[in-house]
């Protein structure tokens, strides 16, 4: 399949008590990754099926909310396409250590978006 889902991360208000919830309620592990001064990025490894992450969410006063992630063959050109058709740019594209670039968009109808190209 084109373009399927490929990561689900969670932004939130409170990192510790988000990984407590969901270490409980599922059989995730959770592996803690720095990111830099005084800040971490918490992978969730499910087993099968995509995986994701946490993080302490990035927007002050903005409340926690899940972001679900598809992957693009490039990630420029679809991030510019986006824009044309109407979606707004949050973040542009961007470097992941090395991992690969995402950017984040608003669709036309208000819903959030990742786009993530893999670094090749």
């Not at 510790?16 to 059989?27: C, I, N, P, R």
């Not at 992450?53 to 490039?74: E, I």
């Not at 949050?90 to 968009?105: A, N, P, R």
């Amino acid at each position: 399949m084109p373009n399927p889902f490929v990561h689900v991360e969670l932004n939130t208000t409170d990192l510790d008590k988000a990984k407590a919830f969901y270490g409980s309620l599922f059989e995730w592990t959770l592996e803690d990754t720095p990111m830099g001064e005084d800040s971490s990025y918490t992978m969730i490894k499910v087993g099968t099926g995509t995986g994701g992450g946490m993080m302490k969410h990035p927007m002050p006063g903005a409340s926690s909310a899940w972001l679900a992630y598809v992957v693009v063959d490039d990630i420029h050109k679809s991030t510019e396409k986006a824009r044309t058709l109407g979606a707004q740019i949050i973040k542009d594209v961007t470097e992941v250590m090395g991992m690969g670039s995402l950017s984040i968009l608003i669709d036309p109808t208000g819903a959030c978006l990742g786009l993530w190209q893999p670094k090749m």
